[in-house]
């Protein structure tokens, strides 16, 4: 197979061991597609896995690539694989532990990828695929908000955020939410409502939400209680053990990890294409370039407000 250029690295680390090189693609196995890439996005979890972070789950065998989330055309497919065809424009995520989306082909298992909608550009589709499922995960496979429920949302322009809002709304709920104070008025036009700063005070909201989904990690457990109303729940998607241990005790809390559902995925998707769920695209830059850029979105949280997009041209 020809050789190919990725971003990748030979060691755990910080930006600096980000390289642009030569790599060769590996045929895709039994249940998986080989994807010639148009667009991939960035997401936190790309550098906490380069951080090492995950290593228990990604191992030490390197180089890794770099990125998950993507669109573009199936170039082959393994075994086994008859819901998509060589041609197939598709959008969809690598695993965990294979990673490497930031790259001019990436290999996925058929499970994670699914028909890209024509309505949206290669960027547009790139954007959906973690947060997309995080968000639809929470709000309706496990929570399954419905009208006449209220559902307050922490960090509700982050990424996750506002695919959730989108997402609860569309099912009939409300959504309050909270945001830095500079963009109370975006947030207002999304449909949120009330919409307060991130130091709120709890009191003036209390026992009004049927799901508090904190997206950022940072609500205290205390604050997220006092939102909700009789058997509420809060649900968490920054794992940690201690919040991993919350979780399997009786009460409201429990913590989110996103999964690779092939009908779940598919449902973002189409909720993307129908225009329902929209995700801002920020910045798009070329695949020689995107180093700088990523290195720039992990120490700087820049671009704000959506997503950073690499493209392959």
Not at 26 to 55: H, S, T
Request: hydrophobic share 45%; proline share 6%.
């Amino acid at each position: 197979m020809t050789t190919m250029k990725r971003i990748q690295y030979h060691r755990y680390g910080g930006p600096e061991v980000m390289q642009f090189e030569d790599f060769q693609p590996g045929r895709p196995g039994p249940g998986e597609v080989l994807v010639r890439v148009k667009a991939a996005a960035a997401n936190p979890m790309d550098w906490k896995i380069r951080n090492g972070e995950l290593k228990i789950m990604t191992g030490r065998k390197f180089p890794r690539g770099l990125g998950h989330d993507f669109a573009g055309v199936v170039a082959a497919v393994g075994d086994g694989v008859s819901r998509l065809g060589v041609g197939d424009e598709v959008l969809g995520g690598a695993s965990v532990k294979a990673a490497g989306a930031f790259a001019e082909m990436v290999v996925a298992e058929e499970t994670a990828v699914v028909p890209k909608p024509a309505s949206l550009s290669w960027a547009e589709a790139a954007a959906i695929p973690i947060v997309g499922l995080t968000a639809f995960q929470a709000m309706v496979s496990t929570s399954r908000v419905h009208t006449g429920q209220a559902v307050f949302v922490h960090g509700c322009l982050g990424g996750v955020g506002r695919a959730a809002a989108q997402l609860a709304l569309a099912h009939g709920a409300t959504v309050g939410g909270s945001c830095r104070d500079t963009a109370v008025q975006e947030a207002h036009d999304l449909g949120i409502d009330p919409v307060v700063d991130f130091d709120f005070d709890a009191t003036k909201l209390a026992g009004r939400f049927d799901v508090v989904f904190d997206t950022a990690g940072t609500l205290p457990i205390r604050t997220a209680k006092a939102l909700l109303r009789p058997d509420g729940r809060i649900i968490d998607i920054n794992p940690t053990l201690a919040k991993f241990v919350r979780g399997t005790l009786p009460g409201p809390f429990r913590v989110l990890i996103g999964k690779a559902v092939t009908a779940d995925l598919d449902a973002v998707a189409r909720a993307a294409g129908a225009g329902v769920l929209r995700l801002p695209v920020a910045r798009t830059v070329p695949l020689d370039e995107a180093i700088a850029a990523l290195t720039e979105l992990e120490r700087n949280r820049t671009p704000k407000g959506g997503k950073l997009i690499i493209t392959t041209g």
